[in-house]
């Protein structure tokens, strides 16, 4: 299983024969909002050097507790630090965080060289030079940008045939060939990563109560919740649009959805490559499965968009389209954000601020964490969305030129004020680990819908009320926060937000120096599972040579490693039979399977084919 090839063949690879037990191991009216700025500094007699003290903590600094008594002093570094991107209705308070004239000074120097780097991806350099790559998420939303002509074309042809397959799938012109209501209903996703956090977010946020196609994910390799999936959408698979999405076309989590849906549209009589749809890149193994196989539909992934930043690609604007989302309008937020955060001023530019805040916060070398906290349910999944976006992109062993840094910053969080019951103690009062991204949004409702639960005061203002006695309590307590407020949650609203993160990462691996294009360490994980499956196969193997003998012959742990050549993988592969076993599989496990060494195996019949395979 080391190689990938034939991954989308749909030919099981292993063949138990029989069951066997050894069980049981253990298991406002928008025009008229708008702040004012101001250009006083206070000036905090913190440096950079405390910056960069993993032990810092702003509540035993004597600018905090001037800033704490001086209500006057706080409210002018809240004007004058105040960012607001008025087409978008979007606004950045970082007073809540400590820096100093002298950080900020330190920090208009570095960001210089950020700038330019981030000039030179949009021009199209191989920003990601270990993969030899360029990074072009920015051109999906402003196709201008784009290096070459061609590249313009593509993305605008792609953006096309999203828009036209989606409009001919719901108006029903696109029909499913078995479904009597004679119309896609459903869509089932299968993807991971990048290729399911972004639609998942998207859905969350912006879909409609009543999308003209509802969307359920499969992003896992769990076939009880692959199964859960499949029994949810019932007799309405026959109406249901299949996206397998996978940039690289050979994840096996995703082949693995793919096959098990192939399999329920099988045994439900239903033809599948008339209702499946394949995001990847041209050639990859997803896509020839898909052409060869005559699928539905293809659309394309890129070589220089990554799969983290690729939810303004198909990837993420075809089920949104698809769930009636506007995707134009999502793209006309991002390429606002992306021109705000184009501008060479820290202090004016929302994605520099946020880098900078990072920084600061975190010592520039991830000693606090980043808690992301949106008090609004649709936003729910930001925080998830942005855990891959910011850790896959920072968390690096190696700086760019081959040092090792160890960077990164981890990123949690779910929603306010539900989190307020769970874990705001901690972030309030226990260990200072931490710095918190408040997410306002000011629209409640939509207009004509509210009403007062008591005299003067809404549901809506609760919510507010229960963000704003967070920020000022944590700190009240030494704990800095950042706050981004949106007017409401919309497509550009969203797509903006994206691009803001998107942006604030790159600015943020630019002044830290890393590659946040890649992904090295998660390629370990994924050879390392190849190797275990390799291994099943193998002892299975030699298992069933054991067994083919006459009499069978049980075979210990021991003999087990022995015969698979692998004596230094015995953990494995007592682990290997104890999950087969638990599943019911074909092994025979005589002794007690509480002491490993004891323990013999046989299979539950042997499989003479297999013996000379
Ligand atoms: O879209 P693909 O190629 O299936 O990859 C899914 C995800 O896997 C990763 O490569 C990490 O395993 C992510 O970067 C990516 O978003």
Redesign the pocket.
């Known amino acids: 299983m080391a190689s990938l090839s034939g991954l989308y063949s749909s030919s099981p690879s292993l063949k138990p024969t029989k069951n066997l037990s050894f069980k049981a191991l253990p298991a406002q009216s928008r025009d008229s909002f708008s702040f004012p700025h101001s250009s006083r500094p206070i000036n905090l007699p913190l440096n950079l050097s405390a910056a960069r003290s993993v032990a810092r903590d702003i509540s035993h600094t004597d600018a905090k507790k001037e800033l704490l008594k001086d209500p006057d002093a706080l409210w002018k570094r809240y004007l004058d630090w105040l960012y607001q991107q008025k087409d978008l209705g979007l606004y950045i308070d970082v007073s809540r965080v400590g820096f100093t004239d002298e950080f900020v000074a330190d920090m208009e120097h570095r960001f210089k060289a950020a700038f330019k780097a981030m000039e030179d991806l949009e021009k199209g350099s191989i920003a990601n030079p270990d993969e030899g790559r360029m990074v072009g998420h920015y051109w999906l939303r402003n196709s201008k940008l784009a290096p070459k002509p061609t590249l313009k074309t593509l993305i605008d042809k792609t953006l096309d045939s999203i828009c036209a397959f989606s409009d001919d799938i719901i108006s029903g012109k696109i029909k499913p060939p078995s479904a009597p209501a004679g119309r896609f209903t459903q869509i089932l996703s299968v993807?991971?990563?990048?290729?399911a956090l972004g639609p998942q977010f998207v859905a969350e946020a912006l879909a409609p109560d009543n999308p003209p196609l509802k969307i359920r994910f499969i992003d896992n390799t769990d076939p009880a919740g692959i199964d859960h999936q499949i029994a949810q959408l019932g007799p309405e698979l026959a109406s249901t649009l299949v996206i397998v999405?996978?940039?690289?076309?050979?994840?096996p989590e995703?082949r693995n959805g793919l096959l098990e849906v192939q399999k329920a549209f099988r045994e439900a009589g239903l033809n599948f490559a008339k209702q499946g749809v394949a995001i990847t890149q041209e050639n990859s193994l997803l896509d020839n499965t898909a052409r060869m196989e005559g699928w539905l539909a293809r659309f394309p992934?890129y070589d220089w968009v990554?799969?983290?930043t690729?939810i303004m690609s198909a990837v993420g604007l075809l089920p949104a389209a698809l769930q009636g989302i506007n995707v134009r309008e999502m793209l006309d937020g991002a390429a606002l954000m992306d021109e705000a955060t184009r501008t060479t001023s820290i202090k004016n530019n929302p994605a520099a601020l946020l880098a900078m805040c990072w920084y600061w916060a975190s010592g520039g070398v991830g000693s606090k964490d980043m808690v992301i906290l949106p008090y609004k349910d649709s936003l729910l999944l930001f925080s998830r969305y942005l855990q891959?976006l910011v850790m896959?992109s920072l968390g690096k062993e190696f700086d760019l030129d081959g040092n090792t840094v160890n960077q990164g910053l981890t990123v949690y969080g779910n929603k306010g004020s539900t989190d307020q019951h769970a874990y705001i103690q901690q972030l309030r009062e226990g260990v200072h680990n931490f710095f918190a991204t408040f997410i306002e949004v000011l629209r409640d409702r939509p207009p004509g819908h509210d009403w007062e639960l008591e005299p003067g005061v809404t549901c809506g203002d609760y919510l507010f009320g229960m963000l704003q006695g967070t920020r000022s309590a944590l700190y009240a307590n030494g704990r800095e926060s950042i706050s981004v407020t949106i007017e409401e949650v919309t497509p550009r609203s969203v797509g903006a937000l994206i691009a803001l993160y998107e942006r604030a990462v790159g600015l943020y691996a630019a002044i830290v120096n890393i590659n946040a294009y890649h992904?090295p360490g998660?390629e370990a994980g994924?050879k390392a599972a190849a190797e275990v499956l390799a291994l099943q196969k193998r002892v299975l193997s030699v298992l069933n040579e054991a067994t083919c003998k006459d009499p069978v012959e049980p075979l210990t742990l021991d003999a087990i490693a022995d015969r698979c050549h692998a004596p230094e993988q015995i953990e494995m592969i007592y682990k290997i039979i104890a999950h087969m076993s638990a599943n019911d599989r074909v092994l025979i496990a005589e002794g007690n399977c509480g002491s490993p060494r004891s323990v013999k195996v046989y299979l539950g019949e042997c499989n003479v084919d297999d013996l000379y395979a």
């Open positions: 993807g991971i990563g990048g290729s999405i996978s940039k690289s076309g050979g994840t995703t992934m990554g799969g983290r690729s891959q896959e992904q998660v994924k």
